[in-house]
Every structure is written in C-alpha cells, then in structure tokens.
Nanobody
C-alpha cells in the first residue's frame, strides 16, 4: 500500500501562484501520478496527470497553459505548479496514483491522499 501526503496549499490572490507537492511513502508500482480537485458542492474533477518517467502528461482544459505537473523519481514526489490562479481554482486538491495516465484521467485510481486546500481570493 502507498500513502500519499500533499503539501503546499494555502490562500493566494487571483493571478498569483502556488506549488503543490505530493510525497509517496514508497515508489508506487503504478506508473502514473496526478491531481484531482473538489470544490464545495461540486464533484471531484481531474486536473493533471503524468507518467512516472515524465514522458506523458495530461491536463484538464480548464488548467492548460497555467498549471504544470512534474515528477522527481529520486524523491518519489509529484508537484503541481499553479500559475495565474483564478477564484474558480479554489478547491481541495488530491494527489493520486493509477496504472496509467489514461486510467487516472478517467478516475480509475488506486490511492488518494487526504487533500490540501487551495483558496484563491478575487
């Protein structure tokens, strides 16, 4: 079993930046890691995914060009650099792992972190 721990959330003004990080307790056998988010009163939605090697990435249309996902295989971590933040990006962000980026994008994931709150003020 893999434990996932997110960090880096917080409060930021619109137009600002935040960097989220997720540390896995060990190298997962799954080959993809990524992020989902859930805003109050809304369903959890896909944000970004990356293959463990970093060769494949996938983004939700709503964050393309603003968010960048990356991995550090030496540290078993995945990061999400979020720029040009908007109030609609306010949500709890969850780290996850899945067999492939396509599985992750479809919500077919194996483990979830506990989440980290991101709040963007207008």
């Amino acid at each position: 079993q893999v434990q996932l721990k997110e960090s880096g959330g917080g409060l930021v003004q619109a137009g600002g930046s935040l960097r989220l990080s997720c540390a896995a307790s060990k190298r997962p056998i799954q080959t993809a890691m990524g992020w989902f988010r859930q805003a109050p009163g809304k369903e959890r939605e896909f944000v970004a995914a990356i293959s463990w090697t970093g060769s494949t990435t996938s983004y939700a249309d709503s964050v393309k060009g603003r968010f960048t996902i990356s991995t550090d295989t030496a540290k078993n971590t995945v990061a999400l650099q979020m720029n040009s933040l908007k109030p609609e990006d306010t949500a709890v962000y969850y780290c996850t792992v899945a067999p492939r980026t396509t599985n992750l994008r479809d919500g077919q994931v194996d483990y979830w972190g506990q989440g980290t709150q991101v709040t963007v003020s207008s």
